[in-house]
């Protein structure tokens, strides 16, 4: 158990029934607990809704609309071939939703669609209630560690699918999480975080997960950059777009988050602690999403070679079994306590 700076007692007050803490040389007729004792100790506070509880709801009512019409929306025509900016024949979806995105990342998207209306939803709706119910330091962490996964969603479909008539949801869906994000990292206290961090987490594991997965992630998307930049060609799988906003978000955003986590948590700073659980949560969900996608695009026959399949596909699904772990360790070994 990480030690207190001071000594850790507990005096119950007569007049507001709640635990203070009273450090060395204070007058107090209690014992020492332990922080587990602490938090065992404190008296439950009611239900209550704040800034970051509504946000959450309108990010569910924009996701559950853009995620529902981009899987269900299958009205139009049929592909067709399209000359893109680079002189380069690409072929179109052509129904639904994602009609004019290219026939590779169609299926993708609505894979990711599906993903979201039937889990990460629910999952966001199940940290909600938590939150709400509960107000405790996990909750918080659950409830902003997905609303990190969201964020990630929202930004991918902000700025990387064509144009369409969900524009402005998609803009509201983009803000809502990207608030939401910022008023759940505001909301949690790092020094609280260090208190209730117990010193039997799979460190060693956790550090060579957070190096691995940072490098994986250059390694699945610099080659294929590299190799345009030397043939003087744009990106294989440009097709109709002007860039591919997954390689901007994980090489520029993930990978260095993952190596500012391991340096953080080598410090023992509470920060580290909470970008650590937003980083488990989000691997998680691409290891269930990535199986989704290419469910959806093996069923409108797109051929994926077996070597991407391997490489790509499987390295995240093993690093997403590994964040589970982690994940269940890390919630084991902090010490819940409520908040203020």
Request: charged fraction near 15%.
């Amino acid at each position: 158990m990480k030690p207190h700076n001071g000594l850790l007692r507990i005096t119950q007050s007569l007049k507001e029934g709640s635990i203070v803490n009273t450090s060395a040389g204070k007058t107090s007729s209690v014992e020492n607990v332990t922080v587990q004792e602490a938090a065992k100790a404190t008296p439950a506070r009611k239900p209550g809704y704040d800034a970051i509880h509504v946000l959450t709801v309108i990010v569910l009512f924009c996701c559950i609309i853009v995620a529902g019409v981009g899987l269900f929306d299958v009205s139009g025509g049929m592909p067709h071939s399209f000359t893109n900016q680079y002189g380069d024949v690409v072929m179109l979806y052509g129904q639904g939703l994602y009609r004019n995105d290219s026939f590779f990342k169609a299926p993708i998207f609505r894979g990711t669609d599906f993903t979201m209306l039937f889990v990460v939803c629910p999952l966001l709706t199940v940290a909600l209630t938590r939150d709400i119910q509960q107000r405790t330091l996990k909750s918080r962490l659950l409830l902003t560690s997905v609303i990190a996964c969201f964020m990630y969603y929202a930004a991918s479909i902000a700025f990387g699918v064509t144009y369409n008539e969900l524009q402005l949801i998609y803009i509201l869906l983009f803000a809502t999480c990207f608030f939401g994000l910022i008023t759940g990292m505001m909301s949690i206290d790092f020094k609280e975080v260090e208190e209730h961090v117990t010193y039997s987490l799979p460190n060693k594991g956790i550090y060579w997960f957070l190096i691995i997965t940072g490098i994986a992630l250059y390694a699945a998307w610099l080659p294929d950059i590299v190799t345009a930049l030397v043939a003087r060609r744009p990106l294989l799988l440009i097709e109709n777009y002007t860039t591919e906003i997954t390689y901007a978000l994980d090489m520029g955003i993930i990978a260095p988050a993952c190596f500012t986590c391991f340096y953080l948590l080598k410090h023992q700073k509470g920060l580290g602690y909470v970008l650590l659980d937003m980083l488990l949560t989000l691997c998680i969900v691409v290891g269930i999403m990535l199986p989704v996608q290419t469910i959806f695009q093996l069923y409108e026959g797109i051929i994926i070679p077996l070597p991407v399949l391997i490489t790509k596909l499987g390295t995240f699904c093993v690093l997403a079994i590994f964040a589970l772990y982690f994940k269940i360790q890390s919630a084991r070994n902090i010490a819940d306590s409520m908040r203020q």
